[in-house]
């Protein structure tokens, strides 16, 4: 899978990207008060470790299962284009270590259809995730998973104006 950083222990399958490609430097940033560090690494997550689960254990039950998720996925052009939408997300509770990102929606018009065939797999149907890249953390070096809507309507904490940040 040209590009794709698929792992068959945990069954996720990201998207790799260059920082630069994002704008991402590797100064820290200060935001709303707080210090916020540079993603070392930046992706688009496609499959994300919930998800993962799944389809590690259908691949328990069935050997193709691996293999058909590498075909559709071979199969989708992973063409992606940023938008101007950016969010401060947040998960924890506040003042506790709370695990703080900042990110930016990505359109990637190739994963509706690549979900659809990986619901074919799974045999039930997916919801899409809000495709995203992870640029800024705070209390975590991961990010924030945001496997659907409700996780995103969850951990977002308010949209933000893009580098209002010093």
């Known amino acids: 899978m040209a590009n794709l950083d698929f792992d068959r222990e945990s069954g996720t399958l990201l998207l790799p990207l ?30 994300g470790k919930d998800l993962g689960e799944a389809v590690v254990e259908a691949a328990a039950q069935d050997e193709r299962v691996f293999d058909r ?10 063409g992606y284009q940023l938008t101007d939408a950016w969010y401060h997300v947040a998960e924890g509770e506040p003042g506790g270590g709370q695990a703080e990102t900042i990110i930016r929606m990505a359109d990637v018009p190739g994963l509706a259809e690549f979900y659809r065939r990986l619901g074919e797999i ?12 992870t640029l800024y953390t705070r209390n975590t070096s991961e990010g924030i998973g945001l496997a659907d809507a409700a996780a995103f309507r969850r951990h977002v904490v308010a949209a933000v104006e893009p580098r209002a940040w010093e």
Not at 122 to 133: C, F, I, K, M, Q
């Open 122 to 133: 799974l045999g039930r149907a997916l919801e899409v995730p809000p495709a995203h890249v």
């Open 18 to 47: 260059e920082k630069a490609a994002v704008g991402l430097g590797d100064e820290p940033v200060r935001f709303d008060g707080r210090r916020f560090q540079p993603k070392r690494e930046v992706h688009i997550t496609l499959i």
């Open 69 to 78: 998720l590498q075909q559709a996925a071979r199969a989708v052009d992973w």
